[in-house]
């Protein structure tokens, strides 16, 4: 059996992430890691929003990183990391060895504010934290603006899935991966 390397979702909340990541696995006979699930979890908390409000931000990310490491272990599965993952401490420098050693493909689903806001809107928000203070739909924008950067500075291959549904972005996604 063949090498497969990682595939690794990065963007911004409401991009897509799990959903795309969940179906990609599902059809290519893959695991599927959510690091929203994991990282929560090192923790001992049910939800990012419990683990970011108990613990703080600067816990977070660290246990955020900690995921990391551990889901970089497991070769060939389809990852889906955390809107904020790329800026945790050492995170950035953990997917940046990955793609140097061909291990991992790093794939940004980048949608507009608009587009991020509605998706978002139709969505449960319940276990996502405000980063800024402002409410989650305020804060896309800054967040897009800050993000945006990093985002395309790690990305291998650059999805545009603002206004597609679902089906149209995993053909995106599919052909970006050349699949």
């Not at 599927?32 to 929560?40: H, N």
């Not at 991992?104 to 996502?128: C, F, I, K, Q, W």
């Not at 650059?158 to 052909?175: C, H, K």
Request: with cysteine.
């Amino acid at each position: 059996m063949g090498f497969e390397p990682l595939v690794i979702l990065i963007g911004l909340r409401g991009s897509g992430k799990t959903t795309l990541g969940r179906a990609l696995a599902s059809e290519g006979g893959r695991v599927f890691t959510d690091l929203d699930e994991l990282t929560p979890r090192m923790l001992g908390r049910a939800s990012v929003a419990e683990a970011w409000e108990k613990d703080g931000e600067a816990a977070f990310r660290q246990a955020e990183c900690r995921a990391l490491v551990k889901a970089l272990a497991t070769p060939g599965q389809v990852l889906a990391l955390g809107g904020g993952t790329p800026t945790a401490p050492g995170a950035r420098e953990l997917l940046v060895t990955q793609q140097r050693e061909a291990k991992a493909t790093v794939v940004y689903l980048r949608a507009d504010a608009a587009a991020l806001r509605a998706r978002l809107s139709g969505a449960d928000n319940a276990h996502r934290p405000s980063l800024t203070g402002a409410d989650v739909f305020a804060e896309v924008g800054a967040l897009l603006a800050t993000r945006d950067p990093i985002y395309l500075g790690l990305a291998d291959e650059v999805v545009e899935v603002g206004g597609l549904t679902e089906t149209e972005a995993l053909v995106m996604l599919r052909t970006a991966l050349g699949s």
